[in-house]
């Protein structure tokens, strides 16, 4: 039953991403973020607990993968195709009458917003490739998709909570989103070694990198809250950068 556990706590993270799916779908988008949040914290430790239990296993690891696609990548996928809405519905009504506790019912007349789901696509390609490149075992190449998701899902936590003109006008600009879309695909799939969050010591000496990722992270949310997340994944892709010289 043991050897279990970290399979359920996989099984937790897909819950969580079909629940942020359906509450993206009715345009609760804030909601969402919570659920993919909630799931990205379970992908975390269904790793850590398969190492602690030594429960790693071949299905764990295609499990592992499958969660992902469904909160990393279609979850997204959805808030970014909502977000391309909503850059058209903003032209018509006011951003307050848009965050409604209802949503929004939008008739859209093109397939501009479809463009969101190519981070779907990318998120699951990123995947696969991930699963057969053997240069993926103590880090990884091209930005990994919890990361992707959390620069995407910060968009409309911005604007729900730390709402200015400025970044009404930036974020709900459609060209904006199509640009995000764009480059979090070439991200996902770039050839740029990236560092990993996991400690198999404690010792500062071999994780200094992390260590100091960390405590930038930390003092980067306290200070910007969620426009931090934009800056702490610019910041994860300079640091990895510098550290491979």
Request: proline share 3%; charged share 10%.
């Amino acid at each position: 039953m043991l050897k279990q556990i970290p399979n359920i706590i996989t099984s937790l993270n897909i819950l969580c991403g079909c629940v942020a799916i359906l509450f993206a779908t009715s345009g609760d988008l804030i909601t969402a973020s919570f659920f993919v949040f909630l799931g990205i914290f379970f992908d975390f430790f269904d790793g850590l607990a398969a190492r602690l239990l030594n429960a790693q296993s071949e299905v764990g690891l295609q499990l592992d993968s499958l969660a992902d696609v469904i909160t990393s990548g279609v979850a997204p996928a959805v808030v970014m195709y909502q977000m391309l809405n909503l850059s058209y519905f903003h032209e018509m009504q006011t951003l307050t009458e848009a965050f409604s506790l209802d949503g929004w019912n939008v008739s859209f007349k093109n397939y501009l917003p479809l463009i969101g789901l190519m981070i779907a696509i990318a998120s699951a390609y990123r995947l696969a490739k991930f699963n057969v490149d053997t240069r993926q075992t103590t880090g990884f190449i091209g930005l990994p998709t919890p990361a992707n998701a959390l620069l995407i899902l910060s968009l409309p936590l911005i604007l729900q909570f730390q709402y200015s003109e400025f970044a009404e006008t930036i974020i709900l600009n459609r060209w904006f989103l199509i640009g995000m879309t764009l480059l979090s695909c070439i991200l996902l799939n770039a050839e740029i070694p990236l560092f990993a969050l996991k400690f198999k010591t404690w010792d500062f000496k071999s994780n200094a990198i992390r260590y100091v990722f960390l405590i930038l992270c930390v003092l980067l949310l306290i200070l910007l809250k969620f426009l931090a997340i934009p800056f702490i994944i610019l910041l994860y892709i300079i640091l990895s950068l510098f550290s491979r010289k």
